[in-house]
């Protein structure tokens, strides 16, 4: 069977010496399979980075393992087949986008006529037609970042692996970027990508891996973390008395004022809301607004991060 | 194979950022301008000046590219950890020895451009006041300020690892401006020492490199009284030269083999 492109086992990383010692990393476990496409999440200095950077071999594990294709990192084989964008993307401000592309090319071992026959198509691909022979010193913060995806792209990768994907993006650059990832999805590309930006992780991924200072607290499916989270919110008017002597369903439920005559209350399930909803109405009632509230990634992300640094705090 | 292209394209960048930021151009126009300060001071024969202006061009342009070659290998490795341009470049299939290699002969190869261009200005002002240059010894100088160079790179290489940019710089350029300094004293005071103090003399002359023996330009300035170095004089001196800049290259990539970045 062939390695897994991302296999991390029990990894640990500190940085600093003796007393001021602190672990970034500790003991994080995941797996990340052939043509997957897992986002990785957490807040900032939760150890996003630090990972990444240990998948690249940039920082070495205190202990536990870390294999980029059966292989340790920084292997030049296992680099040979990743594509990498780094957190913070700088690159030399004395060369052209197109000498950049050549030197890594040159360095992941392409000809550079195969690269000045690529460059033109890639950077028009992330919004960089016509500006190969411009100085990187004249770019933006969001041309820096699309030449970065760009050099990541540029070598034709198995794994791509993107640190803080859409960092320094517009909403222009972003939904060009989505579109660069879902080509490369359906070419069979395993992507591996952090970013703060949970719509696109939902709107991408398979897989989410959250990690909270310096742990894994949520690895599952996308669909699995959203689906058991659905809420049904029903605002309604019009019930005659008190909530003790209303219908079953909607007095269960615990319904709370939120005007002078009108009334909230919150179900977890479709067949709870509507068995509200029919007893609102053949009570007489008023449904002022029934709404189906799925609850985000990026909602589940912050009641889990909250709800862990309180209980660490408490 | 790949190693060596790889070193090839790192250093393709080395030299492109020394030669685009203008830094060299500039070295060489504030040295050419304080010869030329100099030359004005006309109190001096024709033939007095002619090895005045010499004199003075090889001290002033020994200086200005052996500070620019330390200057450039010293800030190489913190300008890419601080700008981060290290990672896209680390994530490729590149060793951290064949980058650090790369990064060296870039810093050579921009050196050697600026000495190149110190010593046309050198050559052409020789000949314009109608001197003679002994090839032989101008080469042989040439040469073994290059191998000095080499040293100062590998220095600068190793300073920066352990030290700040700016202490590196500093302490490079306080060794340099030392080196000629120390290796005199030591000369002039060893005769007259008790025994401790010529062991550690002694120690001094063996751990710090002897940065005076390849300056051949006061021998190429006067070349009248002197005759080229024999080969095997110019094989022990490279081999000198070679072993110091293995030894600093070395502990550089130690430093930087297991470096977090």
Not at chain 1, 74 to 82: W, Y
Not at chain 1, 306 to 312: C, D, H, I, L, R
Not at chain 2, 97 to 115: D, R, S, T
Not at chain 2, 144 to 168: E, H, K, N, R, T
């Amino acid at each position: 069977m062939a390695p897994s492109p991302i296999d991390v086992s029990d990894l640990v990383v500190s940085y600093g010496r003796g007393a001021k010692r602190t672990a970034a990393v500790r003991g994080v476990s995941f797996r990340v399979d052939e043509g997957e496409c897992v986002g990785f999440i957490g807040a900032n200095g939760a150890g996003k980075s630090t990972t990444i950077k240990a998948l690249m071999g940039f920082v070495f594990p205190e202990s536990g393992s870390v294999k980029v294709y059966g292989r340790t990192p920084g292997d030049a084989e296992s680099r040979r087949r990743i594509g990498y964008l780094p957190e913070v993307a700088l690159y030399y401000p004395f060369m052209k986008a197109r000498e950049l592309l050549e030197l890594y090319g040159g360095l992941s071992g392409m000809g550079a006529a195969e690269v000045r026959a690529k460059a033109p198509a890639l950077l028009e691909q992330v919004g960089l037609a016509g500006c190969g022979e411009r100085l990187l010193r004249t770019f933006s913060k969001g041309m820096q970042q699309r030449l970065g995806i760009a050099q990541a792209l540029l070598a034709d990768p198995d794994l791509l692996i993107l640190d803080e994907l859409s960092s320094g993006l517009d909403p222009l650059g972003r939904a060009g970027l989505r579109t660069v990832l879902q080509a490369a999805r359906k070419a069979g590309k395993t992507i591996f990508f952090s970013s703060h930006e949970l719509t696109e992780v939902e709107a991408l991924c398979d897989r989410v891996v959250m990690i909270h200072q310096g742990r894994i607290v949520r690895d599952a499916p996308v669909s699995d973390l959203i689906r058991p989270l659905n809420r049904y919110e029903v605002t309604f008017a019009g019930l005659a008395g008190e909530p003790a002597g209303w219908p079953d369903p909607v007095r269960t439920r615990d319904p709370r004022r939120d005007g002078a005559d009108q009334w909230t209350l919150e179900t977890d399930s479709i067949e709870a809301y509507t068995e509200v909803l029919e007893a609102i109405r053949s009570a007489d009632g008023e449904v002022r607004r029934a709404v189906s509230k799925s609850i985000s990634l990026e909602d589940d992300f912050i009641r889990l991060v909250q709800g862990g640094t309180e209980a660490a705090a408490g | 194979m790949s190693g060596l292209r790889h070193l090839l394209l790192v250093a393709r960048t080395v030299r492109i950022e020394a030669v685009r930021r203008r830094e060299i151009y500039a070295i060489v126009l504030v040295a050419v301008g304080l010869i030329a300060v100099v030359l004005s001071l006309n109190f001096f024969d024709l033939d007095g000046l002619n090895k005045f202006y010499r004199e003075i061009s090889l001290r002033v342009m020994t200086w200005a590219a052996a500070l620019t070659v330390l200057v450039l290998a010293a800030r190489q490795l913190p300008r890419e950890f601080e700008q981060r341009t290290i990672y896209p470049l680390l994530a490729r299939p590149v060793g951290r020895a064949a980058f650090l290699a790369g990064k060296l002969a870039g810093v050579m190869a921009a050196g050697a451009f600026c000495f190149g261009l110190l010593m046309a200005v050198y050559i052409g002002g020789t000949l314009w006041m109608g001197g003679a240059l002994p090839w032989g010894l101008f080469l042989q100088y040439v040469y073994l300020q290059m191998v000095m160079f080499l040293i100062l790179a590998c220095l600068g290489f190793l300073l920066s690892m352990l030290l700040s940019l700016d202490a590196a710089i500093t302490i490079g350029v306080v060794f340099f401006a030392l080196a000629s300094t120390i290796t005199h004293m030591i000369s002039f005071l060893y005769p007259e020492a008790d025994r401790g103090a010529r062991a550690v003399y002694r120690a001094l002359t063996v751990l710090l490199p002897q940065l005076t023996l390849f300056d051949l330009s006061e021998k190429a300035v006067h070349a009248e009284a002197w005759s080229p170095l024999s080969f095997g004089v110019l094989a022990q001196l490279t081999a000198y030269g070679l072993l110091f800049s293995a030894l600093y290259f070395a502990g550089a990539y130690l430093l930087f083999r297991r470096r977090p970045i």
